[in-house]
């Protein structure tokens, strides 16, 4: 009798699941204003639209490719100061490390508002403080991920091996000495996976920050645009394309290592 009404609750709560998840689909749908063979449609003007961007125009490939080079600088140092900001604060954030409840929560919303934020606008902020150049996009890569990794360590964190903790515990350890002996020996793999995916969607987000002078060809491609010069941002986007391939391929090779 208890089976059966155990897996009548069951069915219950998966019934609700779907009927739930139904609509959420329905409300976003109407909210999103979806029409998918709008695109089918107008799928003709699209294509008009992409011819203008054949041949490529790499008449200044050198320039684009010294801008492309500057996108690369920022995300290594956004990445690197995020990596070393995110650690401490994601360890802060997870429940099995903090028991006070205040100090975790508090932590948990800082990183909600790094992350909430996009990147775009705190290039904004900090252009408008250090001025227009490579230095603000550093600044507003390193402040938005630290926020991603920072969320993303504190999960790993909270579900690690509680009894290797309790191993270090019955030598009688402090607190440091659990994390650094017990805690960051379990995280640490993955946490250097996140950087290197971090590391990889930074590139791209520097170049759209360049759009506000935040430094590396987003701002040339953003100038090229507005002028309609097509062939060069074809030209552009495949650089850009080129050197995330080639950073995607690498950090694939070196997460494996890991």
């Not at 490719?65 to 995020?82: D, M, N, P, Q, Y």
């Not at 504190?154 to 000495?177: F, M, R, Y």
């Not at 040339?220 to 995607?248: C, K, P, Q």
Request: charged letters at 15%; proline letters at 3%; one cysteine or more.
């Amino acid at each position: 009798m208890q089976v059966r009404e155990e897996k009548r609750m069951c069915l219950m709560k998966d019934l609700a699941l779907a009927i739930g998840t139904i609509a959420i689909l329905v409300w976003s749908w109407r909210g999103a204003e979806m029409a998918p063979l709008r695109l089918f449609k107008e799928s003709e003007n699209m294509f008009i639209y992409l011819k203008g961007y054949f041949p490529p125009d790499f008449s200044h490939f050198w320039l684009y490719l010294k801008e492309s080079l500057v996108v690369l600088h920022i995300a290594i140092w956004g990445t690197l100061i995020s990596a070393c900001l995110s650690l401490p604060l994601g360890l802060l954030a997870a429940r099995n490390i903090v028991g006070n409840v205040l100090i975790r929560h508090l932590v948990r919303r800082f990183l909600d508002l790094l992350r909430a934020v996009n990147e775009f606008v705190f290039a904004l902020m900090f252009v408008s403080a250090v001025g227009l150049g490579p230095f603000a996009g550093v600044l507003a890569i390193a402040v938005h991920t630290t926020g991603v990794l920072g969320k993303l360590i504190s999960e790993v964190v909270e579900s690690i091996d509680p009894g290797q903790v309790e191993g270090v515990l019955s030598t009688g350890a402090n607190k440091i000495q659990v994390i650094l002996f017990s805690v960051l020996p379990q995280i640490i793999p993955l946490w250097i996976s996140n950087v290197l995916y971090r590391f990889e969607v930074s590139v791209r987000s520097a170049t759209v920050i360049g759009f506000c002078g935040a430094g590396g060809i987003g701002f040339l491609l953003w100038e090229a645009i507005r002028s309609f010069n097509s062939r060069e941002v074809s030209a552009m986007l495949i650089i850009m394309v080129a050197m995330v391939s080639l950073i995607d391929f690498i950090c694939e090779k070196l997460r494996r290592i890991f």
